[in-house]
């Protein structure tokens, strides 16, 4: 692994704090970004829309956070980390804040894509911040620490927002996220330290890697392919729920907390798994993926089936969102970042595109085509992941060497 550490260490006590700090900005990034996710039946009424259109409310924010973060990344090359990690987390406070007083649903889409780029901004930024503020030796379990927070906000964030929308409103429940980004902002001010920016690159560097690196070009395929599949089908599982199980809103939240801790115990088996074999750890997981929305299109007609599936769609989830990232550091460990910039914006967009094309089967074929969606894509992500094996250059986890 090649990053770039300071030559003065802090004190393990302050850099893991300002670790948790970036976990918690991530937090606060993925709540906000997914929110819509446990919100779409209140949202479609409240402002007379289809539950396809809602949902472009993801599509969109997806949209600018993938397109976006490479030249912006690029251009902030030189701004101290802190400093921008500010900056996007006061976007942010200030953009749900705006989402909670709209007007009209023009005007929340808006805001949606100009939050979108902070949030592809912090995706490709935060993980390498975190593994700069701990000894050299402890910067894989940073990044896994980080990426916590993935399924913190799966277990916590959108089941509690599903949850503060059944008891007040959706723009009560954008509010309080307003005020939760605040105090991160806050946070981050207090325990992050001072990082001038390192490892990035100029725009047209960034856009050659792929080019000239077969292993992060193959990293990247594969990401698109299993996030397109895996959202493409979370986006709608709320109205999936409430069509096929007859879920209430509390049994939504229920299932939404259950994927959750399913995804913590994913993300912590996989940062053991990850050192004995990335590759192999990944193929397990998209493997889960497959099968647990195969068996949510078998058994997820009752509550008991769904809550099934979506343990082992949560396990798997979470080992995969960590093996791809420690693919990508190993694919490409001296320019990290830059890299990262570019998995951001497979990633988002593919978020993006998932939504959008889940909105179109899920309004003209039914919810239960999106899932069909999300097993074809998903299964592709696996084919490729086996089938270039062989003939990609060996890829190593986070803390060794890329072959």
Do not use: K
């Amino acid at each position: 692994m090649t990053l770039t550490h300071d030559l003065h260490p802090r004190s393990t006590l302050r850099g893991w704090l300002g670790v948790a700090a970036i976990t918690a900005s991530l937090f606060v990034f993925l709540t906000t970004e997914l929110m819509p996710v446990g919100l779409l039946t209140p949202l479609s009424d409240s402002l007379d829309i289809s539950v396809g259109v809602a949902g472009l409310m993801v599509t969109l924010q997806g949209v600018s956070a993938g397109l976006g973060v490479p030249f912006i990344v690029a251009w902030t090359r030189r701004v101290n980390r802190r400093v921008l990690l500010s900056a996007l987390l006061a976007v942010l406070a200030l953009g749900n804040l705006i989402t909670s007083v709209s007007p009209t649903y023009s005007v929340i889409l808006g805001t949606r894509l100009v939050m979108g780029f902070a949030s592809g901004v912090f995706w490709a930024i935060g993980v390498s911040m975190a593994m700069r503020l701990v000894p050299e030796r402890l910067a894989n379990r940073a990044a896994a620490v980080v990426m916590s927070g993935i399924s913190i906000a799966t277990v916590a964030g959108i089941p509690l927002g599903t949850f503060l929308e059944s008891r007040t409103d959706w723009r009560a429940t954008f509010l309080i996220w307003s005020g939760l980004s605040l105090l991160v902002f806050l946070a981050v001010a207090a325990a992050v330290p001072s990082l001038p920016s390192a490892n990035a690159v100029p725009v047209r560097e960034v856009f050659g890697l792929p080019a000239r690196n077969v292993p992060l070009r193959l990293v990247l395929v594969t990401v698109v392919l299993f996030v397109l599949g895996h959202f493409g089908a979370y986006t709608f599982v709320r109205p999936f729920l409430e069509a096929n199980a007859g879920a209430t809103p509390v049994a939504v939240t229920v299932v939404l907390m259950v994927f959750g801790v399913a995804g913590a115990v994913g993300n912590f088996v996989a940062g053991h798994t990850v050192n004995r074999s990335l590759r192999g750890s990944f193929a397990v997981g998209c493997a889960g993926l497959v099968v647990s929305l195969l068996l949510l299109l078998t058994i997820g007609d009752g509550v008991g089936g769904a809550v099934l599936a979506l343990v082992l769609w949560g396990l798997s989830f979470g080992a995969v969102q960590l093996c791809q990232v420690n693919m990508t550091l190993a694919a490409a460990p001296d320019t990290f970042e830059a890299a990262m910039s570019l998995n951001t914006m497979a990633y988002n967009t593919s978020i993006a595109i998932g939504a959008l094309i889940g909105g179109l089967f899920a309004d003209h074929l039914g919810v239960t085509s999106v899932v069909w969606f999300g097993v074809a894509l998903t299964a592709a992500s696996l084919l490729l992941n086996l089938g270039t094996a062989r003939r990609a250059a060996p890829v190593a986890p986070a803390g060794e060497p890329a072959a």
